[in-house]
């Protein structure tokens, strides 16, 4: 089960809350007198995760993720339009870029693909599942010339890339007066923890040298 049956009488990590403005802070490069130039891009959210660990949600302040839509790409793999949930864990390489472009591999690719160790894909998304609040929507994408996928789901994603802070008086222990949409159940909030580690512990092929 993806969502608790109750809710805990404070926030926790994974938690979708509303009520909040995603403001992205846009600096441009001003050549003329060598500074940046400051914009505010409001972008209208309505869902939020958050994302800071439940034993530190204190001191009034939060990172939030704003709820999406699926992209199209995911459609690309007829097992993870099956279950998207698989991208919150590791895969097969196959299941991840599907069966089009499997096809298209020489027989070496494919065995290699085959023989791979699951891991994760899409490594800075986590897909939310159905819920009584999510509202359904329709998907497509065009996979061939005679291939067009269409699909209504009612799945999101937050994506580690995008992550906001908030400020505000809510966020605090002391709060006993949650109002929150959904919460997650242990086990899937360790597989959120599991993905976030996975995301941030990468480490760069040009550190590899160093680190032995």
Request: proline share 6%.
């Amino acid at each position: 089960m993806f969502y608790s049956d109750s809710f805990s009488k404070a926030y926790r990590m994974g938690d979708i809350i509303s009520g909040y403005t995603e403001i992205v802070p846009v600096y441009v490069p001003n050549k003329a007198d060598n500074k940046l130039d400051l914009s505010i891009s409001i972008v209208p959210s309505v869902l939020f995760v958050i994302l800071t660990p439940c034993c530190s949600i204190e001191s009034k302040v939060v990172n939030i993720a704003p709820l999406k839509e699926l992209e199209p790409k995911f459609l690309s793999s007829d097992q993870l339009i099956a279950n998207f949930l698989l991208i919150n864990q590791p895969i097969s390489k196959l299941s991840a870029v599907g069966e089009v472009a499997f096809s298209k591999l020489s027989e070496g690719e494919k065995l290699e693909f085959e023989n791979a160790i699951p891991s994760y894909a899409y490594f800075d998304k986590f897909i939310y599942d159905d819920h009584s609040r999510l509202k359904e929507y329709p998907m497509e994408k065009k996979r061939g010339k005679d291939d067009v996928i269409k699909i209504t789901t009612g799945k999101y994603m937050i994506s580690f890339k995008n992550v906001v802070k908030i400020q505000s008086e809510l966020f605090d222990r002391s709060n006993k007066n949650c109002e929150k949409i959904a919460e997650l159940t242990p086990s899937s909030r360790q597989i959120l923890r599991n993905k976030l580690v996975y995301y941030y512990s990468r480490i760069p092929e040009e550190d590899q040298p160093f680190l032995g």
